[in-house]
């Protein structure tokens, strides 16, 4: 008989062989195609990839909160070894907020204009804790001042359009943290923002991450965004993982083609003159998936296989994983497949 083994590590979160789907006119969209991932405590993990790849929607995925379109057709999603796909809503409410928070991407229409960000805020913390009244609003006094509002007393009295975007992505923030969550995931989080106060709201993201030792979902476009940031990155394309290993694995021996291409459209500070060189094609459509690799036709080094297969994801070493072409043929000939 087949005995499980009792010493597996159990993940914070497992996600395992997700796909998620969207059904519209046009046909069923396959946003998300066999995504895995673990993340464990304290773990800031990078989801990267252009518009369409289905970072969000991964992301959504976990938190169950897809539109109503789409669906998650299959796959897991474990939460402390608990499959969440398979919970009612009235579990998923307590999970939400509590265990698991979310920072859209846009924090000019992410708050209410019409309520002040005390009310918004105090709402958050009435419906996923216990507090309420004065408590409540002295817990929402202590989240202002913990990500960085001054004057917080008096900010709570306002309206979001009396706040600059910064501000807007601090309070959004805040309320993310209503729970001191075990995992936060951060969408865009500084999409609609200017250069200097990207660098502030993530370097707030990463110093509450130490300091409450929760885990981190940080989801970009932007390689350059997450350079120093994050424990481990994940690249998407098409709905799927083309790569995935630790930050200076990814930076400095990528082994997927389209890794390389987002790589090589980054600016180097060090040589302002270097050309930037832009990935060609447009991006892939999903309603219409190829057979093969989903970045087969933008790719330069594109083969006959590449067409027909798609590849399988193989070890670079320990702490790098890519599903290429390429390197499945690297290997082949090496020997070491």
């Not at 040589?271 to 190829?290: A, E, H, W, Y």
């Not at 320990?318 to 082949?332: P, V």
């Amino acid at each position: 008989m087949e005995t499980k083994n009792t010493f597996e590590k159990q993940h914070l979160l497992s996600v395992q062989d997700l796909h998620t789907s969207f059904f519209t006119d046009s046909g069923e969209v396959h946003a998300v195609n066999g995504v895995s991932f673990n993340l464990d405590e304290g773990e800031i993990l990078g989801i990267v990839g252009e518009s369409g790849s289905g970072k969000s929607v991964t992301a959504y995925s976990i938190m169950q909160i897809l539109a109503s379109t789409g669906k998650v057709v299959g796959g897991k999603i474990l939460y402390k070894g608990d499959d969440l796909t398979k919970w009612n809503e009235s579990k998923l409410d307590k999970f939400r907020g509590k265990c698991v928070s979310i920072i859209f991407q846009d924090p000019m229409t992410s708050l209410n204009p019409v309520f002040t960000i005390g009310n918004q805020l105090i709402e958050a913390i009435t419906l996923h804790t216990d507090k309420r009244g004065a408590e409540a609003k002295a817990r929402a006094i202590e989240l202002l001042s913990l990500v960085g509002i001054n004057e917080p007393e008096r900010r709570l009295k306002q309206y979001p359009h009396e706040h600059s975007g910064g501000m807007r992505q601090r309070v959004m923030i805040a309320m993310a943290l209503a729970c001191e969550p075990d995992i936060l995931i951060a969408d865009e989080p500084t999409t609609a923002l200017d250069v200097t106060i990207q660098a502030q709201i993530l370097e707030l993201i990463q110093s509450l991450q130490k300091k409450l030792g929760m885990a981190v979902i940080l989801v970009t476009h932007d390689l350059g965004v997450i350079a120093e940031m994050c424990d481990n990155i994940i690249v998407m394309y098409g709905g799927r993982i083309c790569e995935r290993g630790t930050a200076s694995e990814i930076f400095y021996n990528p082994k997927h083609e389209y890794t390389k291409g987002l790589l090589r459209s980054i600016p180097n500070v060090k040589d302002m003159k270097q050309r930037l060189v832009p990935i060609s094609g447009t991006p892939i459509n999903i309603l219409n998936l190829p057979k093969g690799c989903p970045f087969c036709a933008r790719c330069e080094n594109c083969m006959k296989i590449c067409l027909q297969e798609p590849p399988m994801e193989i070890d670079i070493n320990e702490n790098h994983k890519a599903s290429c072409w390429m390197n499945i043929k690297t290997a082949f000939e090496g020997g070491s497949i």
